[in-house]
Nanobody, 122 residues
């Protein structure tokens, strides 16, 4: 079964940096678009950044120029480098895999990790 395990969250001051990591298993990693989403209390989960199977990234408007997503297909890892963090970036960050359903491969589905908390506070 697909497992996505996030790490790297924590407490950081405004203006600081964090690097999130997501370890994927149980899947052919290179067949999936990978992404990071975040969800703050009382708000909907929203896209932070996505990287396609081919390595093309795209970003939510609020993080452009500050965050960088990358992937390592040899290690089945996806990363999110977050710089110049702001209080509004505080949320639970979720790793996402978008691609073939393991049970019915002709179908496309999303897989999610359990999330890692990012707290911004001085």
């Amino acid at each position: 079964q697909v497992q996505l395990v996030e790490s790297g969250g924590g407490l950081v001051q405004p203006g600081g940096s964090l690097r999130l990591s997501c370890a994927a298993s149980g899947m052919i990693f290179s067949r999936y678009d990978m992404g990071w989403y975040h969800q703050a209390p009382g708000k909907q989960r929203e896209l932070v950044a996505r990287i396609t199977r081919g390595g093309s990234p795209n970003y939510g408007d609020s993080v452009k120029g500050r965050f960088t997503i990358s992937r390592d297909n040899a290690k089945n890892m996806v990363y999110l480098q977050m710089n110049s963090l702001k209080p509004d970036d505080a949320a639970v960050y979720y790793c996402n895999a978008h691609g073939p359903d393991l049970t019915v491969p002709i179908n496309i589905r999303d897989y999610w990790g359990q999330g890692t908390q990012v707290t911004i506070s001085s």
